[in-house]
């Protein structure tokens, strides 16, 4: 059970503000104590009672209400956690100043806890000089800056600017509550599944979703480290916060690890890459009248990049790598993951049962992890991102 932390919930005057309930209602259902403070422009937005219903407490707005409380300062005393989202230009400016001329701005003066914030505005303003000094100001001070996203902005328009999704924004504001137990680490992370075309229109997949591997990635991240996911495929969005590079095939994945892996400390292969890739791709699409009744592909061996990596890592790289079975029995499955890691030569093997519903694009996940003498080290069932969470206390230890 995760500690109950008071957070409050900035909400400034951009149109975003609607998906500022949701950043509300996940920090509700995560079991916290959520108190909104949203400034007048905000309920221009979204409604008052929205935001009591949803954050289940008053909403404040007013620096002259409750004065024999003394509010303006109360809130941001008992604070555990300040997110502001969304933020508006307007609102950094002022946080950038330590202007405090309404309730938002006292609260969050009057508080020693962690800042985060998640800017929403258009691109000008993004990238306006006056709004980047503002928030290289903020960063300066230990302000955890959420995003922007690329995309679609309120108009026509589209480009930086657009407020992150709340699971990104939530994830990333209880990071900021995190031991930075891997700060400074380089950590290269795998996810999703590989592609290999058969022709222009058509691949041998897998059902991968990315889900587990983005879940570390993120962790990491929250953990301190300079994280690079190479995502395969991602069926989840890949997070604004992190660097991602997008690959299709194994050999792209190959070379996109290659890369990443000269300067890595710590190289997590969760993807589920292509054991083998079509002989040839054709170049126009294959068609059943040229073809008749049968079809055989030839099918020639991909290059085994965990195995690669692990021959030719640094002294003190550590590379994990992820075993997906479909097999039944609990103690065959390990015995396969003890096959494994010695084929492999990884420092960490994860096994986890796959099916046709489990594992692959379930939010939950259940692992085993080996070391290089096939001992167990740690064994989770949870969320994906528990999972993220007890691979790294491993790697953290083990550094
Ligand atoms: O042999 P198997 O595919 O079960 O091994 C899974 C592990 O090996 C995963 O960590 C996966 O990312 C990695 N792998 C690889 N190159 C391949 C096949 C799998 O790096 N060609």
Redesign the pocket.
């Known amino acids: 059970m995760t500690e109950r932390l008071n957070v409050v919930v900035g909400v400034t005057g951009g149109i975003a503000a609607y998906k500022a309930v949701g950043v509300i209602r996940l920090l509700v259902l995560a079991g916290h104590d959520v108190h909104v403070v949203a400034t007048d422009a905000a309920l221009r937005f979204v409604g008052r009672p929205t935001l009591e219903a949803i954050s289940r407490n008053p909403v404040h707005t007013d620096l002259y209400e409750g004065v024999a409380q003394v509010r303006h300062v109360a809130i941001g005393q008992a604070a555990d956690l300040i997110v502001v989202a969304p933020a508006t230009a307007n609102t950094i400016a002022k946080l950038a100043t330590g202007l405090a001329d309404d309730l938002l701005g006292n609260t969050i003066l009057a508080s020693r806890a962690p800042v985060v914030i998640a800017p929403a505005m258009h691109t000008e303003m993004w990238q306006n000089p006056a709004t980047v000094a503002n928030i290289a100001t903020l960063r300066s001070r230990g302000v955890t800056v959420v995003g922007p996203g690329v995309g679609q902005l309120t108009g026509a328009d589209s480009g930086p600017g657009r407020m992150v999704e709340p699971e990104e924004i939530v994830s990333s504001a209880l990071a900021a509550l995190r031991t930075k137990d891997l700060l400074g680490k380089r950590i290269v992370v ?1 996810a999703g599944g590989t592609r290999e075309a058969l022709d222009p229109v058509r691949y041998i997949g897998n059902r991968s979703s990315g889900k587990q591997g983005v879940a570390i990635a993120l962790a990491a991240a929250a953990r301190g480290a300079d994280v690079t996911l190479i995502g395969a495929n991602l069926e989840v969005s890949a997070p604004a916060s992190i660097h991602v590079k997008h690959v299709v095939s ?1 050999l792209e994945l190959a070379d996109a690890v290659a890369l990443a892996a000269e300067e890595a400390d710590i190289v997590i ?1 969760a ?1 589920a ?1 292509a ?1 083998y890739r079509p002989e040839s791709v054709a170049q126009s699409k294959i068609k059943k009248e040229t073809q008749g009744d049968r079809l055989t592909l030839e099918l020639v061996k ?5 195995a690669g990596l692990a021959d030719t890592r640094r002294a003190g790289q550590i590379i994990v ?4 079975e479909t097999e039944r029995d609990a103690d065959a499955m390990i015995e396969i993951g003890r096959v ?1 890691i010695a084929r ?1 030569g990884s420092d960490y093997l994860l096994v986890n049962r796959v099916g046709w519903n489990e594992g692959f694009a379930t939010d939950g996940n259940s692992v085993v992890m080996l070391d290089r003498l096939g001992d167990i080290v740690m064994e989770a069932s949870g969320s994906k991102s528990s999972i993220a969470d007890r691979l790294l206390d491993v790697l953290a230890r083990a550094r």
């Open positions: 795998t194994t292969m993807a890459v054991d991909n290059p085994d990049i965990l790598g992820f075993a997906a494994k492999k």
